[in-house]
């Protein structure tokens, strides 16, 4: 069973460096259909094979509380980021406010597991990455239930911010990884700089938005 872990733990980190360099490209590139819309693309696969890596850590190894709430926390707003853009101003599915709900009763089973079991896990971190979970999940929520004809003009935003998160959950935990000596600053540090990207983006697009409708901004 150990190269199996071996080869698991491999096939994670590779994936989720060339999901950094990938996501990177993306985010650099114009946003329009062409390289922006294919490198996402890409970076969604790439996630997608970061996040089955990760429960398979958990199901069948020893993973760290850290890193498994955020292979939660990526993988939903990964997930939530490409609904988003697919769906644009139509509301989400059934499917959709479910996957939200577990994923949020995941996280906070896990955590109250995770608390039993001891370890070494740095609660600041942790619940920082949990209420990051919640905000989001409890936001898709509401706005399927209650708030989706206020809401839906703003799917780009919500676009913005969910593929944003999925990269910083990447970037926080590969520096947490490589720097364990830093630690929780190595884990907190990138998720903090990327929050300003989050915010910059946003303003930026509600700058542009004023002058360019949203439909023209966004054709993917």
């Known amino acids: 069973m150990h190269w199996l872990h071996t080869l698991n733990i491999s096939v994670h980190v590779l994936a989720g460096m060339v999901a950094l360099v990938v996501g990177l490209r993306s985010l650099l590139a114009p946003k329009r259909r062409g390289a922006h819309t294919r490198y ?29 709430m955020l292979t939660l926390l990526a993988g939903y707003v990964g997930y ?44 600041s971190v942790v619940y920082s990455t949990l209420g990051a979970l919640a905000l989001v999940t409890t936001y898709d929520g509401l706005k399927h239930v209650w708030l989706h004809e206020r809401l839906r003009t703003w799917w780009l935003y ?6 944003l998160s999925a990269f910083s959950a990447l970037l926080s935990a590969f520096t947490g990884t490589v720097l364990p000596a830093a630690k929780p600053y190595s884990q907190i540090g990138p998720s903090a700089v990327c929050l300003c990207l989050i ?16 439909r023209s901004l966004a054709e993917t």
Do not use: C
């Open 80 to 123: 939530a980021g490409y609904r988003t853009v697919k769906l644009r101003e139509r509301r989400t599915s059934t499917a959709d406010a479910l996957i939200a709900g577990l994923v949020l009763l995941a996280g906070i089973g896990y955590l109250r597991w995770a608390k039993q079991a001891g370890g070494d896990w740095n609660p």
């Open 158 to 163: 919500e676009h913005i911010y969910k593929m």
């Open 40 to 68: 996402g693309r890409i970076f969604l696969r790439l996630l997608t094979v970061v996040v089955s890596t990760g429960f398979v850590g958990l199901i069948f190894f020893r993973s760290s509380s850290f890193l498994i």
């Open 199 to 214: 915010a910059y983006s946003i303003w930026r697009q509600v700058r542009r938005s004023k002058q360019v409708p949203v």
